[in-house]
């Protein structure tokens, strides 16, 4: 390590917290890894990652920048995780999780939450290099979005912006949502949706012949769809055709909102070729406004998805 | 006239162009206009506009700060107006006006769109003094939108951004918009939307009574259907409960997005008071993700009609 400026990224997953020094080129130098889980407070687990941070950094302490977590529930404005109902010491709660990381290291730290610092990410080391106006839309387990406008992170009044997977696309009769809400875009355009779409066309069309119906032992998943996509399978056909379609007209809406240069599609679903993209690009080349055609680039992040969590996160600590 | 700077204000409408000298508190000293059309090319109107300019500046010219203006089709990003429909010398063509006026009168020039303009007019002058993040809905013949994130207009990276009232919010059977599609927001939550609603209402229910039906010489207006309501109506107060739930549910998607601290509405439908707001209010705390509920406030906005446009645009020029 030379001259140059690191910064410090934290993942806190579900299970895991993953950390990384990072240099200016996005490359990760050092690694380290504590448990989320393992803690009966927020005091507990700030002493173990603060504890983690200190040894990871022992030998280029006074060339690091400072620290960015992505963490579930974060709120930007405020360093604090809040409400998270994955992680148990702070499922009821509110701990202002940057202070104290930041009071165990003497390093700055802020938090976002996962979709904006994977914005962050892209806008510093991946596909959004140089843009100004851009969305990330994560698609994992649900839909998760990051939105920068004049190269800043929108974030709102609250910390809490960008929750475009919970934008209604189904305003009757619309999927229920774990949000407890019915018609989100989660619920159609996302791993989970991709699967329940599938599950809804076999059971629609019992006559129709389809390879996932011999998947009997466990639930349909989306990669399952992915694989009979490739082998040409009706049902799983179909089911990105819808998927989208939905997911299109839902971002001809969003470039109505922000009129980003590029919307950036992140996760295992967003790697579904052309099953997903092509209804996806017609979609909204019908349906986008015609000030806005054929502006705005779909584009699939580049990132390593291994990588692209610590990356995202660090990123925020360039941000001072 | 003290110590203090000026701006100049310019509203381009549809048929003349009002101009107006204004102080840091949102007082318009000195006023005039020039007509919009009389001018066979946009050099012709840029020549007729700076002469108005530099007259009305002549005694102030040292104090003036800039020239903020507010034309439709207004392009932020680089000072043009684009393609406006309703402007002859503007319709087919692209006219860098902001630089034009520049050139006439010496003093640096920035335009946007009417909405956009209102936006800063709050910001500057009304009620969203001091707020970071929030959205002007202007209610008028369709339905416009200037939204502001970190302080900042949200522009987008072609100058276009803020296009809600083309976000589609009826999916399937949606009324024809203007626009060439069908659904848009601006077709329901609009006095032409609402206007259409009452007329729909009145032939849906030819039994039912309604002092609107004796309007036979004219379309109803959305004036007629406000009057209706005062005096106890059933169609005029069905016709804002359609309308108040369907921006309502708007407004809900629109916090998910950029989750601002107020919505301000602005133009006459907003002041149909609780006919309107009422059913509005109501649509989004049932419609509203869990994490922002009760937090976005909805104002009425209290710029004096009249002077709103030349104040918005006016609050341009003090954003260098």
Known sequence: ????????????????TAIGIVDARGRIFYRSKISTTD???????????????????????????????????????????????????????????????????????????????????????????????????TLGTGLGSGIVSNGQLVVGHDGFAGELGHVTIIRHNGRTCGCGRTGCLETYASATGVARTARELLELNPAKKSTLREIVYRPVTSEDVFEAAKKGDA????????????????????????????????????????????????????QILNVFKGKTKIII????????????????????
């Open 301 to 320: 992040s580049q990132l390593n998805n291994a990588e692209a969590a610590i990356l995202g996160a660090s990123a925020l600590a360039w941000e001072e």
């Open 235 to 286: 049902i799983a056909l179909e089911t990105f055709d819808f998927t989208g379609k939905i997911l299109g007209e839902a971002l001809s809406d969003f470039v109505a909102c922000t009129s980003p240069q590029a919307i950036i599609l992140f996760g295992g679903l967003a790697h579904s070729g052309d099953f997903l993209l092509k209804p996806l690009q017609e979609a909204m080349d019908n």
């Open 39 to 137: 803690y009966s407070s927020g005091e507990e687990y700030a002493e173990a990652l603060g504890a983690a941070i200190n040894d990871l950094a022992a030998n280029v302490k006074s060339k690091i920048k400072g620290i960015g977590m992505g963490v579930p529930n974060g709120n930007m404005n405020n360093g604090t995780i809040e409400k998270a109902a994955n992680i148990p010491w702070a499922k009821t709660v509110t701990v202002p999780l940057a202070a104290m990381i930041t009071s165990k290291t003497g390093f700055p730290c802020k938090l976002t939450n996962d979709a904006n610092a994977a914005a962050l990410g892209e806008m510093i080391y991946g596909s959004a290099k140089g843009m100004k106006d851009f969305i990330v839309i």
């Open 1 to 16: 390590m030379s001259e140059s400026y690191y910064v410090i990224g934290v993942d806190m997953g579900g299970t895991n």
